[in-house]
Structures are given as structure tokens and as C-alpha cells.
């Protein structure tokens, strides 16, 4: 069986057929199935999703434009929501843009090679989103918990180790998934469920587990340091500063949770198409306004962008 593919192409079935050449040369391609069988819905998911990845495209492009270009943005925490936000770019657009082509065709087909390289990113992104939301959790965890320390603890040196690690770890595990891969023997004619505990999610959520330990180990101890302060108005503005990347933290492993971690007994196609949208579409859309909106800096930060923007073009 091809694991993880059906999470790669977008929450979608597919089914192999080999055609044998002369020269017993192999042409493999996979015909997806997506969101729906019913053609007359398939122009209303194009225009949903097209709207819903150019939101995402133009909201963390304005993220990542804001934080570089202000001054008062360059700090450890939005350094790290610069990268999650370019993360975010390049991780919907390794699934969405093959949906949306997948939708206007007669015959969506992806070809083998098509198939390993679209897996091999899908890997290496979201296991970066995870690292990205771990290192934003240690921020807070240092920002509140040892405030004095701060800027020795996350110098830039460190910050740009806690980014170029999780680089390298990613890519030598997607690496060594998708060499593993390609060396299946894979059955012709064979529809695929859009998600079973095969073997490739579990190796993931192994992975996972990593990241997902050290955020609550430093909500843990964020939490603890809290109940010390003794003013309400304290803990609240304490908080506060960590509502932004909590949400975001929830939105993530909330809808992973819904594809991964039910058991097979309660497996619903439906509703993993639903959890599996969430984490590789919804969320990658909603990052940016869940750290722009409840944040006066960077909404500060994206109306003087705007308004260079719109002062360069008036001339």
C-alpha cells in the first residue's frame, strides 16, 4: 500500500495503474479522487479553495513583509512567526494548487515521480510547522519565566539554531521516508482509504511527539509560574501574551488529532476529509489573523507597511 499520499494530494483516494512498455519499462500514475464525486459541486470547491489559498498567500506574505521591514518587530518571537508564516506559504502550496488543478480536469493524474517529490515536501513542512510552534513556545516559556535572561538566553545565534536544526532533521527524515517508499512493490487497480493506521502516519506521529512535548512542557511551566503571580490583572496581561500562539497551537493539533490519533473503529472519510482541510488549509489561512488581530505591534507594523505601499504606487 502508498501510505501517507492520501494526506499529501489533500485529503483525497487514489487508486495506481501500471502500464508495462516494451523494454519492461514502468509508467506509474495516480488517479485521484477528491473532495467530492459530484461534479456540479466541483466549481464551487474550486472558487472556495482558490479564495481560501490566496488569503493565505497574502496574509503571511504581509507577516513576513511587516516583520522585516519594522524595526521594533525584530525580536526572537516575531522571527520565529516569520518563519512559520513562509512555512505556512510554501505548506499549502504544496497541496492546494494540484487540488485546484485536480478539480478542473477530466483525468486528475499525478505521476510516481510527481507523487515522491509533493510527499517529500508535505513531510518536510509540516514537521517544520511543528518544530516553529515548539521554538515559539520556549520563547514564551523564556519571555515569562526568566525574563532577565531573555536576550542572552535567545541571542540571535540561538535563534537561528533553533530554526536551521529542525531544516536539517526534516529533510534527512523526509529523505530517509521517501527512500523507504520507493522501494514498495505496489498492487495494481487498488483504491486506497483516505487515511488507516498504516505505516507511515504512525513513523510520523513518533516524530510529532517531539514538539508536541516541549509545548506543553512550557505551558507547564509557563501555567506554574502564573499561579505565583498574585494580582488577577497580572495573570491576565501575563496570559495575554500567550493567547495568540496558544490558539494557533490548538487550531494545529486539534484537527491533526482528528485524522491521527481516533481509533480505526471510528474512522469516518468524511471526517477526515474535514480534519484533514483544517490542518493543511484553514490553519495555514487563519495564522495570520490570529497573530495580527489580538497583537497592537504587528497590526501597528502592517498599516505603516500598507501605507508605504500605497504612498510608493500614488507616485
Not at 507577516?63 to 525584530?74: E, G, K, R
Not at 495573570?235 to 482528528?258: D, E, P
Request: net charge positive; glycine share 4%.
Amino acid at each position: 500500500m502508498l501510505p501517507f499520499y492520501s494526506e499529501v494530494t489533500c485529503f483525497s483516494l487514489f487508486r495506481r495503474r501500471r502500464i508495462m512498455l516494451q523494454g519492461n519499462q514502468t509508467i506509474s500514475e495516480f488517479f485521484l479522487l477528491g473532495l467530492t464525486a459530484v461534479s456540479a459541486q466541483q466549481q464551487h470547491i474550486f472558487v472556495l479553495f482558490l479564495c481560501m489559498y490566496l488569503v493565505t498567500m497574502v496574509g503571511n506574505l504581509l507577516i513576513i513583509l511587516a516583520i522585516v521591514s519594522d524595526a521594533h518587530l525584530h525580536s526572537p518571537m516575531y522571527f520565529f512567526l516569520a518563519n512559520l508564516s513562509f512555512t505556512n506559504i510554501c505548506f499549502t502550496s504544496t497541496t492546494v494548487p494540484q487540488m485546484l488543478a485536480d478539480t478542473q480536469s477530466q483525468s486528475p493524474v499525478i505521476s510516481f515521480a510527481g507523487c515522491l517529490t509533493q510527499m517529500y515536501f508535505f513531510m518536510l513542512l509540516v514537521d517544520l510547522d511543528n518544530f516553529l510552534l515548539a521554538a515559539m513556545a520556549y520563547d514564551r516559556y523564556i519571555a515569562i519565566c526568566h525574563p532577565l535572561h531573555y536576550a542572552a538566553l535567545l541571542s540571535l545565534k540561538r535563534c537561528a539554531l533553533l530554526v536551521v536544526t529542525p531544516w536539517v532533521v526534516c529533510n534527512l527524515v523526509s529523505v530517509l521516508h521517501l527512500g523507504l517508499l520507493g522501494l514498495l512493490n505496489f498492487c495494481d487497480q487498488r483504491e486506497i482509504p483516505h487515511f488507516f493506521c498504516d505505516l507511515e502516519p504512525i513513523l510520523r506521529l513518533a516524530f510529532i511527539f517531539i514538539p508536541f512535548t516541549l509545548i506543553c512542557v512550557s505551558y507547564h511551566l509557563i501555567g506554574c509560574t502564573v499561579l505565583r503571580i498574585r494580582s488577577a490583572k497580572g495573570k491576565w496581561k501575563t496570559l495575554s501574551t500567550c493567547g495568540s500562539h496558544f490558539l494557533a497551537v490548538s487550531l494545529f493539533y486539534g484537527s491533526i488529532s482528528g485524522v491521527y490519533f481516533l481509533p480505526s473503529s471510528a474512522y469516518s472519510a468524511e471526517r477526515d476529509k474535514v480534519a484533514a482541510v483544517m490542518y493543511t488549509v484553514v490553519t495555514p489561512m487563519m495564522n495570520p489573523f490570529i497573530y495580527s488581530l489580538r497583537n497592537k505591534d504587528m497590526k501597528g507594523a502592517v498599516r505603516r507597511l500598507l501605507i508605504r505601499k500605497t504612498y510608493f504606487w500614488s507616485w
